[in-house]
Every structure is written in C-alpha cells, then in structure tokens.
C-alpha cells in the first residue's frame, strides 16, 4: 500500500501548537488529521496577500472567549469580510458594558428562571446584563442616527455605527469597534432574529422613516464577490452565516479554498451538516479547491488552529497585506 505509515505523537511535538498541528498530520488521529489540514489551508489563506478572506460564525460563540480572537483577526487584517448572526451584535454590545459568567450545563434551569438568570450552555448571563443593556444602546444609537439625518442603512452601516458609539475605550474589545476602525464590512442577513434586530423594530414604530437596506448588502456582497481575484473562506458552524458565504461565492464559480469547522450531523440533509464537498456539486466551492470540513467545538478547535498557523508565520503582530 503506497500511503505514508501512521507516526505516534512524541513529547516534543507538545511543545507548541504548531509543531502539534504538523504532527497531527503523520498521526493520522481521526479530526487530529483533518485540523492538521485545515492549518495548510489557512496558512496558504493567509499568504495569498490577493485573495479576499470570509469569515463566518454564528452568535453563540461570541458569549464566549472566542470574542477576542474573532476581533484580533479583524483588528489585524487577517480577514475581509464577515457574515454573521443578530445575536454577534447583542452579545458584543452586552458585553462591552456588562461581564458575562462561567456557568454548568447541568445548572438547574427553572432555578435560573427565578433568579432572572440567563444560560447558554454552560454560561451564565444575568438578564440585567443583557436585554436591558441593548435597548439602552440600541436607542441611544438609533436616536443619534436619526438626528444626523439617516433614514436608511445596511446591516455593515449598523455595525460600523455601533462600534463607533463604542468608542475607542468601551470598544476595546468589541468585534464591532475592531470592524469600524479597520473599515472590514460585516454583513447579517438574519438581521430581525435578535436583540438588536427587535430593538430597530420598536424604534421604527415612532419613525416609520426609518429602514434596513439589506439589498444594499447584497450589492456590497456582489462588489466584493465579482473583484476578487481569488476568495477563500473560513467558516465556523452552520446556519444563514455559513449559506451565505457560500452563496455568494457561488456567482465567480466558487471559493478557491474553504475550510469548515463543525459539530453537525451530515445525515440529516442540513446545512450546517453538509460537509464541503457537497458544495462543490452546487458550484459554491471550486472542483479544484483546497477545502477541509473539520468535527468539533469551534471554541475548542479554532484558537488552537489560529495560534499555529500564527506561529508558523513568525510574526503574531503581522497584519495581512490585502491585495
């Protein structure tokens, strides 16, 4: 048989995530080998200084310490363009203001009830650090909108427009501040389906002027999509954020190269299951593509994946030259 041996893991390939990740790929250990590729993927992301880089993910991660490293990504050029959830823009608003906890998975939840507790597996928010927060924001945002004369906006306007109430201090760790200040558009097509989202709708109800341009982000999705000289995406689970990246890519024949994190099941004919290679037979990833769809936790998997890749390139600082 001409395939190359398995190879046992040693104590030195421990020493750092990216002699672990090199190593996974001799091991041969089951989503060992496929994070193993993922990390050749997204080096080559990375050093295609041309190319335009998606990034996807759904809003549960944001609740988590995953946050940090999303922003650093946009903070550092590393990506440009994200597609997301509503709920990205009500936990990155929530928390610039108020802390989120550990929680248990096994927490009583009828007990949290009582106590006005929020759980998102095995965190904990207080209501009082949530809801609350974002109608506070949301209106101050929208209100201050409206008096500069804006009577219409994108959901990339919206998020721009967040992370500049933020501010510099208060937005220091917000995703949407990262994305305001280094000008990396963030689309929502779900945008109703949250916080932020009902927040607009209440608003609306005393100014009726007031709209959600979302052909505008399909126009801006278009432009990014029909220049690119290559595109490549990195997509962390399923749902609207993962179809919409691939939808659009669809229309240039494809992404060049993917890489697809996720803990669903194929058998089930979903979205967030199908692996990439069913994309391809709709043309939305390329027949010649590098693509990897790895199973697992993102908040598990992708720091680890990072943090490699980083080091392989030898200078964390380093901000991607875009093309």
């Known amino acids: 048989m001409r395939r190359p041996p398995v190879e046992d893991l040693r104590a030195e390939d421990l020493v750092s995530p990216e002699r672990l ?42 609740a988590t310490g995953t946050r940090g490293l999303i922003r650093e990504l946009i903070a550092r050029g590393l990506v440009d363009a994200v597609i997301t959830t509503c709920g990205t823009l009500d936990h990155d608003l929530a928390r610039a203001s108020r802390p989120y906890y550990q929680g248990d998975w096994l927490l009583d939840d009828r007990e949290l009830a009582r106590q006005h507790i929020y759980r998102l597996g095995n965190l904990v928010i207080p209501q009082a650090n949530y809801g609350g927060i974002i109608e506070k924001e949301m209106r101050r945002i929208l209100a201050g909108l409206w008096r500069k004369g804006v009577r219409t906006l994108s959901t990339r306007d919206l998020v721009w427009a967040i992370g500049e109430h933020l501010g510099p201090e208060r937005g220091k760790g917000s995703i949407c501040r990262a994305a305001f200040e280094q000008k990396v558009p963030v689309f929502v097509p779900g945008i109703t389906d949250g916080a932020v989202g009902s927040q607009m709708w209440l608003y609306w109800q005393d100014h009726k002027a007031l709209t959600i341009d979302l052909f505008a982000d399909e126009q801006a999705l278009s432009d990014i999509v029909f220049t690119a000289r290559r595109t490549h995406a990195i997509m962390l689970g399923g749902g609207i954020s993962k179809h919409h990246t691939i939808w659009w890519n669809q229309f240039r024949g494809g992404l060049d190269s993917a890489i697809y994190l996720t803990t669903a099941v194929e058998w089930d004919g979903s979205l967030s299951g199908a692996r990439l290679r069913e994309a391809v ?31 392989r390139l030898g200078d964390l600082k380093r901000a991607r030259v875009r093309g």
């Open 21 to 62: 990740l090199q190593a996974y790929g001799r091991a041969g250990g089951f989503s060992a080998k496929g994070l193993s590729a993922a990390a050749d993927i997204l080096e080559a992301m990375w050093r295609d200084a041309g190319a335009t880089v998606f990034l996807s993910f759904p809003a549960d991660i944001i």
């Open 281 to 311: 037979s709709w043309g939305k990833v390329r027949p010649d593509a590098r693509e990897v769809t790895v199973e697992g936790d993102v908040t598990s998997l992708f720091p680890f994946l990072v943090g490699g890749v980083l080091g």
